[in-house]
């Protein structure tokens, strides 16, 4: 990520109303954000455009987060991908699906936790598979 710009992010679930208030908050914490309601617009969206972050739920149409998360670690390396659910998943989970997320974020969840947590991901320089608020 350059520095002096804000992080992009791309969000990607299907629930209308939880990606709405998502994106409004990312926004209001300095994102700049782009949605996509199923794995396929979102990696539609990542060949078009450049992202730093994809918060991708667990459960949209087509392929499934997890899924997802797999396609942009092989097609677009760069991007840091957070998965979210209200299923929680564990740290463990997470090494054993193999899908190369740096981290997971149970909702419901704080919007500003929410913005903190995925800052720090974005600095991280080795991603590490943890979630929002240091759950396991």
Known sequence: MEQGRAAKVLVVGNEADQVWVLTIGLRV???????????EGALFAMAG??????????????ANGIQLARMIRGQFPHVRVVLMSAYHL???QLVVADCGVVGFVPRPFDLTELAGFLRSKLAAVEPAGDAVGGEE
């Open 29 to 39: 914490a300095g994102f700049e954000v782009e949605t996509a309601s199923e794995a």
């Open 90 to 92: 564990s740290e463990r």
């Open 49 to 62: 455009e450049t992202f730093d972050l994809a918060v991708v739920d667990l459960m949209i149409p087509g």
